[in-house]
């Protein structure tokens, strides 16, 4: 679709909460929509070889001086959390639960939990930990966790993975803006400039 900008990404990215921080400002500007999508990296990290940043040698002592001077940067709250990185099946299940219901609430969790994980730096792997987010928002604590035993939220959140995978989509965060991906939180200005653009 011509007005949205799909934002793949995963609660566990550092890089994709830095990425969260802007993707609504950038998409308004080019008078588009931004369309939260999270997804598991580590699906990706099979089809790709690839592993968690902070597991590679150099690479991983590189990203943590990064994203510290990134929250410096944005002058937003950030934090490594401990551990790193985490399974966030719950926090991606709930997401688009919620998104069928209320797609404005959908990203005011996916921001809440964000936040929690990297503002405040608390483990949201576990299901209490997502209701903790969900709660303050509105969010029903047993209609959550009913969602997330149910099946067809499982199966939404791998259908999602497969299909970002057929479409590119190699990292988080990424982007696709018709049709052309972009990956990486450095790549929003080229994003912008090309939606700006219409391409190069």
Known sequence: ???RVEFYFDFSSPYGYFASLRIDRIAE??????????????SVFKETGSQP???IPIKGEYC???????????????????????????????????????PDLAKAFATAA???????????????????VAEPLGISR???????ADERWKKRLKDEGGGAIAKGVCGAPF????????WG???MEMMEKWMAEGGW
């Open 114 to 132: 964000f936040h929690a994980h990297f503002g405040e730096g608390r483990d949201i792997s576990p299901v209490d930990a997502v209701a903790d």
């Open 142 to 148: 047993t209609a959550l966790r009913s969602a997330l």
């Open 185 to 187: 939180c450095d790549r």
């Open 64 to 102: 943590r001086k990064d994203w510290d001077r990134l929250g410096r940067l944005y002058n937003v709250p950030w934090v490594l959390p401990d551990p790193h990185p985490i399974t966030t099946l719950a926090a991606s299940r709930a997401f688009y639960w919620i998104d069928e219901q209320d």
């Open 29 to 42: 500007r080019a008078n588009r929509v931004a369309a939260w999508k999270p997804i598991m990296l580590g």
């Open 1 to 3: 679709m011509k007005d």
């Open 53 to 55: 940043l902070i597991t």
């Open 175 to 182: 982007f696709i803006v018709d049709g052309e991906g972009f």
